[in-house]
């Protein structure tokens, strides 16, 4: 099985950090266990998720959910500078109710099939003054600080909401690509609790297996079976992370043994598969 690299480790419910790399550098594709929000301020980047590529202007804000498979790739040795915000899955839930949710920019991303979202007036809006509010806020330690970071924090999410929701945000169309791989992509994610195999696959799109495994690959940077085993995995974390018990966690996200399922898990996750203790 390949092996993708989780970065990045949250131990708050969300952080936020203003990074400037003045080299070109090569990113390999990663994941994380949270959500990630990119704003864009300088470079000449394209952002690979899923398979899909977004050519970014400064300013725009990329979406990407828990367990999505990303890289930037860098064009020109020019400055990158962007501020990114991760939040943890556990504080978006707690803030979904029946007539709100601060998770809807990205449900409403994966219902647009696009992670990228622009706004022509980003630069001048309360949004983009907040970023600017909570970066100040960080390093306080007046009364209340920790509470005043929360408030802005969750202003900023209502503010992006409220954009997503009422379409002031436009989501990116894609750079055109393989046109038959995104369709494959598509299909494993809505398929992964199923019997799927390479032959399968090939045998449902009409394509041959060399060449699905050949631009599987060129398109998205890693084989299908290994991507299909870490949706796998990333899907049965999440089911034990709701208390589902292991045992029919590892049936219900797809795997045909639990032995396989826990060699599986605790070579990619460093631990064996376990309820967490509440």
Do not use: W
């Not at 899955?89 to 979904?96: A, E, H, I």
């Not at 945000?169 to 809505?190: C, D, E, R």
């Amino acid at each position: 099985m390949q092996e993708y690299e989780k970065r990045g480790y949250l131990h708050q419910n969300y952080r936020i950090f203003h990074l400037t790399d003045q080299n070109r550098q090569e990113f390999s594709y990663h994941y994380h266990d949270f959500y990630k929000i990119l704003i864009l301020l300088k470079g000449t980047v394209s952002y690979c998720i899923e398979g899909k590529s977004y050519a970014l202007s400064p300013y725009d804000i990329v979406l990407v959910n828990a367990g999505e498979l990303h890289r930037p790739i860098l064009s020109g040795s020019g400055i990158y500078e962007r501020i990114i915000l991760y939040v943890s899955p556990d504080f978006l839930d707690s803030y979904r109710r029946e007539s709100y949710d601060l998770g809807l920019c990205f449900s409403k991303a994966r219902k647009e099939s696009s992670s990228v979202l622009r706004m022509p007036s980003l630069k001048s809006s309360r949004l983009y003054q907040l970023l600017g509010e909570l970066e100040s806020a960080l390093p306080s330690r007046e009364y209340a600080h920790e509470l005043y970071q929360d408030v802005l924090f969750l202003e900023f999410l209502i503010h992006l909401n409220r954009a997503a929701a009422q379409n002031t945000l436009q989501f990116l169309p894609t750079q055109a690509g393989n046109g038959k791989i995104l369709p494959v992509l598509s299909y494993l994610n809505g398929h992964l609790t199923e019997p799927l195999s390479v032959d399968s696959i090939a045998e449902t799109f009409f394509l041959s297996k060399p060449y699905l495994m050949h631009a599987f690959k060129k398109e998205t940077g890693y084989t299908l079976c290994g991507y299909l085993t870490l949706k796998r995995l990333l899907y049965g974390r999440e089911l034990i992370r709701q208390g589902v018990p292991v045992t029919e966690a590892c049936f219900q996200c797809g795997f045909g043994s639990y032995s396989a399922f826990s060699r599986a898990y605790k070579k990619q996750f460093g631990e064996a598969p376990a309820l967490q203790k509440k």
